[in-house]
């Protein structure tokens, strides 16, 4: 897992290698070139995942959203496949799959042929039966993951996720060029987050007797909180829970005492003075905090207990480098508590059954 963890730079490459050019504001998909006409047509699109490539999905649908202006919705495939909801010809479908392989992916790709929509994946391995079964794709490239839980992969998946989204965006979005610098730049950002491995390690052995955990984020930063959530889970096998900032006066905030530290994502953006107030809130209530905050940010230490500072990003690319300190955290704490980190128990790679 460590190694993957530490791919993230190179996969961060390989997933832009000739898609993203920069210099010349380009965005180029092959994968996409003969379903263009399609796509052009499409006012309506459903990301259908499971477990973490869900959580990429859903940073999908904000980008999507925000970049090229079109309705997403999110679904896990275990409920897609057996919910009865209208279905329109305008609607595209999007599966996210590390494996290809996952059964209840798959049995969304099987009741969306019906409808007879365009099919669209987001897969990692080559010539899966994922990747096989839609009409086009974008693969993530980022070569075989062998540890249970998904690392490098999340990253690629979100960073491909960007790339379609900039690329339905390309002619309206006012972001489109300031998107394809970051996502150049974003291997070394990625290669100073783990530059950090120390630092988080520590903060790792600090906190690792505690028996529950909550991540929060807003905006982009909420599905990165589900997700470092469930890296926790699964790795360290501690009870996480992963929940958007703003709701936690709705419920969790009554969980919140000093034997129940949160994980806020605070990076600089417009939702960081409300974050702040969600921190407050906590600890007010005795309850320990670690901020995964943007370097430079002066204020943040007043509001945690630790923080742990990342690169300066655009909001859109923060969950890349947030997930990177989240997966090393859980890594950690998972190899301190003397744990097979990378292959969990009960967890099985690829989960070809329902
Ligand atoms: C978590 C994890 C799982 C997978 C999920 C989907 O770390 O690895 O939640 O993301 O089982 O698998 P794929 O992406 O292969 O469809």
């Known amino acids: 897992m460590l190694k993957e963890i530490y791919e993230a730079p190179q996969t961060i490459r390989l997933a832009s290698l000739g898609r993203v050019n920069a210099a010349t504001r380009t965005i180029k998909l092959g994968g996409l070139e003969g379903v263009e006409e399609q796509l052009r047509h499409i006012d309506r699109i459903v990301i259908v995942a499971c477990g ?9 649908e904000c980008l999507i959203e925000e970049l090229a202006g079109i309705p997403v919705e999110v679904q896990i495939g275990s409920e897609f496949k057996y919910r009865n909801e209208p279905f329109s010809r305008g609607t595209a479908l999007i599966v996210v799959s590390q494996s290809g392989e996952t059964a209840d992916t798959i049995a969304a790709l099987k009741k969306a042929e019906k409808y007879g929509v365009l099919q669209l994946g987001v897969v990692n391995a080559v010539g899966s039966t994922i990747a096989r079964m839609t009409d086009a794709g ?12 998904s690392t490098k992969a999340f990253i690629a998946q979100v960073v491909v996720l960007l790339e379609i989204a900039l690329f339905l965006g ?21 290669q100073a987050v783990l530059a950090q491995a120390e630092t988080i390690k520590k903060i790792a052995i600090k906190y690792k007797g505690y028996k529950d955990f909550l991540y ?6 909420y599905p990165t909180a589900l997700e470092g959530a469930l890296k926790l889970k699964e790795c360290a096998l501690i009870h996480a829970e992963g929940f958007a900032a703003g709701e936690m006066k709705h419920g969790p905030l009554a969980l919140i005492d000093e034997d ?7 990076g600089d953006g417009p939702m960081l003075e409300k974050t702040y107030s ?3 809130e ?8 670690i901020a995964v905050a943007t370097k430079g940010n002066k204020l943040v230490h007043q509001h945690a207990d630790d923080v ?3 690169p300066k990003t655009l909001e859109q690319t923060e969950p890349i480098l947030q997930a990177i300190v989240m997966q090393l955290f859980a890594y950690y704490v998972a190899v301190e508590k003397g744990l097979n980190v990378d292959r969990p128990r009960n967890l099985a790679k690829s989960v070809t059954v329902e």
């Open 138 to 149: 974008v693969y993530c490239h980022a070569g075989p993951e062998q540890a249970v839980a």
């Open 52 to 60: 973490t490539a869900s959580y990429a999905g859903m940073i999908g």
């Open 170 to 190: 390309r002619d309206r979005s006012p972001l489109f060029n300031t998107l394809l610098q970051e996502i150049e730049a974003l291997p070394d950002k990625a």
């Open 278 to 280: 969600n921190m407050q």
């Open 282 to 289: 906590i600890r007010t209530r005795q309850g320990k905090i």
């Open 308 to 310: 742990i500072y990342i």
């Open 260 to 266: 129940f530290p949160t994980f806020a994502l605070a």
């Open 216 to 221: 929060i984020g807003r905006r982009y930063a």
